[in-house]
């Protein structure tokens, strides 16, 4: 895989993590400032995403992204407001973990 593109997708990753943490946050408080800050991160990471898009593939790209949201979100979720996974969603955010090391892997011809 491209070092390149792996930058841009940690780039995009924490753009949305930081958005997906602003709309929990708006959620506690009610300020329309931290909605507004919350939209304009997902659009920074959306547009950020076209790129990853030309690069990796859509498949790619969106699949990535959504794995690597996925278990930092959850991340954040447990240490930063508290809440659980049962056992079942746990084995679910472990399956992710493995598709993505799959995907990741280099690979032998392209779609």
Known sequence: MNP??????????????SGATASRAYITNNNILV??????????????????MR????????????????????I???MVFGERLSLQQLAGVGLGIVAMALMLLPAQGRA
């Open 35 to 52: 909605l507004i800050l919350a939209l304009v991160l997902y659009c920074v990471g959306n547009l950020m995403m076209v790129r990853l």
């Open 55 to 74: 690069e990796g593939g859509l498949g790619l790209a969106i699949s990535a992204s959504s794995i690597a949201q996925l278990v930092v979100v959850n």
């Open 76 to 78: 954040i979720a447990f």
């Open 4 to 17: 390149q593109f792996l930058l841009w997708l940690a780039g995009a990753m924490a753009i949305f993590i």
